[in-house]
Structures are given as structure tokens and as C-alpha cells.
């Protein structure tokens, strides 16, 4: 199943926290994308954070997966998760009479 991944930095770190943090944040999200969890990921262009389309079992799979992100288990970041699927109207259209 397909969920959008949309954090939000709720609590901005210190530039030391910044030192402590991120050179573990950039790794950890790439190793995600490099199995298969996260398909693609974009940064906000409207606040801090990021957004990412995963690719998981369910809600609960993408939780475990963005919880572990350092920033996500600092309390610096909280990400709201959409699960996503096909545009089911759309089906009409291919019906005929």
C-alpha cells in the first residue's frame, strides 16, 4: 500500500543537536529508500520537513518505519501519515452500457 509521509519539525534543533542528529537522519532515511520503504521523498517547501511516498504493508509498517528516524525519535520532528490508493471513481468511466 501506498502512504504519504508528511513531518513537520515541531521542535527546531540547536546547532549542536543539528552536529548530533543529522549525520545519523540523512543515512537512516536513505537506508529506508533503499529498502523499499520509502519510494520517493520531496522537502517542504512550506515549512520545515519533509514528505515522503512510502510503500509498506499498512499505516501501522510506515509508523515503525518514520519512528525510527533520529530526528522523529529526538521529539524534533512528528509526521501525520495518509494512506493513499487509486482514485475509485474513475472506474465509472470504464463501464459500458
Known sequence: MKV?????I???PTPEQQQQ?????????LQLYL???IEQF??????????????VD???????AVDTLPLTEGGFMT???IPVGPL???????QTT
Not at 520531496?42 to 510503500?55: A, I, K
Not at 499498512?58 to 515503525?64: H, I, L, R
Open 4 to 8: 504519504f509521509a508528511i513531518g513537520a
Open 10 to 12: 515541531t521542535t527546531p
Open 21 to 29: 542528529v543529522m549525520p545519523k537522519e540523512v543515512p537512516h532515511t
Open 35 to 37: 529498502d523499499g520503504k
Open 42 to 55: 520531496w522537502f517542504r517547501q512550506d515549512r520545515l520537513g519533509v514528505v515522503f511516498l512510502m510503500n
Open 58 to 64: 499498512s499505516v501501522e509498517d510506515a509508523k515503525a
Open 79 to 81: 509526521f501525520d501519515l
Open 88 to 94: 475509485a471513481p474513475l472506474a465509472r468511466l470504464l
